[in-house]
């Protein structure tokens, strides 16, 4: 049984079952334009989020003008691994991993 955060109600908050979980540590995409440059945030990467256990992906969006993505209504403790993808095809694909899926503030 699957049930999701239906919202405020007539002044009352449904409750999402099972809680779902959020990924708010290692959730940015950076990019180094050059050998001794320092790293800056990428705007605009795909960011494909995947279970550890069985690869599934579970989640997919874009990071925002600071770089950062924010995957949830993942599985509560379950772990994954982040692939950041350029559209434009001019910076290699990374991954970062594992994060935890925490408790949705």
Same mark, same amino acid.
């Given at each position: =049984?699957? =049930?999701?955060?239906?919202g405020v109600?007539?002044?009352?908050?449904? *409750?999402?079952? @099972?809680?779902?979980?959020?990924?708010? &540590? &290692? &959730?940015?995409?950076?990019?180094? @334009? $050059?050998?001794?440059? @320092?790293?800056?945030?990428?705007?605009?990467?795909?960011?494909?989020?995947?279970? *550890?256990?069985?690869?599934?992906?579970?989640?997919? $969006?874009?990071?925002?003008?600071?770089? %950062?993505? %924010?995957? $949830?209504?993942?599985?509560?403790?379950?772990?994954?691994?982040? /692939?950041? *993808?350029?559209?434009? $095809?001019?910076?290699?694909?990374?991954?970062?991993?594992?994060? /935890?899926?925490?408790?949705? =503030?």
């Open positions: =049984m699957e =049930m999701k955060l239906l109600l007539a002044g009352r908050t449904a *409750i999402s079952w @099972p809680p779902c979980g959020v990924l708010r &540590n &290692n &959730n940015r995409v950076f990019y180094k @334009p $050059g050998a001794t440059e @320092p790293e800056v945030p990428f705007s605009g990467a795909v960011v494909r989020v995947h279970r *550890i256990v069985d690869g599934k992906c579970v989640w997919v $969006g874009l990071s925002d003008a600071n770089g %950062y993505y %924010y995957p $949830g209504e993942l599985e509560l403790g379950s772990k994954h691994y982040a /692939v950041a *993808i350029d559209p434009t $095809g001019q910076h290699q694909v990374t991954a970062a991993g594992p994060v /935890v899926a925490t408790l949705e =503030m």
